[in-house]
């Protein structure tokens, strides 16, 4: 079983920034996946960013909407990612869902929701 602790969203004007955070704890295999997807109302779920952890090689990946602006990162070898986000938009509103993801199973988080006012 995996939970996570994640940071709180929060309403930000077009143009700020925020930082999101995430933290898993329980057992999972140590070549994982860490990131968020994101849904908004009326839209299919996207993936915004992912990290492969060390053992998984280090990658990350971006949703092209994201590139850019946004940034995935982690400190050290802890599980635990954090997304920076700059230059935000009202098309960035949305229910942001931290997930890690093992060669087992996938597990997510309960979200934390991202509003962008124009």
């Known amino acids: 079983h995996v939970r996570f602790v994640e940071s709180e969203g929060g309403l930000v004007q077009s143009g700020g920034s925020l930082r999101l955070s995430c933290t898993a704890h329980?057992?999972?295999?140590?070549?994982?996946?860490m990131g968020w997807y994101r849904q908004a109302p009326g839209k299919e779920r996207e993936l915004v960013a992912e990290?492969?952890?060390?053992?998984?090689?280090?990658?990350?990946e971006y949703a092209d909407s994201v590139k850019g602006r946004f940034t995935i990162f982690r400190e050290n070898d802890e599980p635990t990612v954090y997304l920076q986000m700059n230059s935000l938009r009202p098309e960035d509103t949305a229910q942001y869902l931290c997930?890690?993801?093992?060669?087992?199973?996938?597990?997510w988080g309960r979200g934390t929701q991202v509003t962008v006012s124009s």
């Open positions: 997930f890690l993801t093992d060669p087992l199973e996938q597990y």
């Open positions: 329980g057992s999972f295999v140590s070549a994982y996946t």
């Open positions: 990290l492969n952890s060390r053992n998984a090689g280090g990658a990350s």
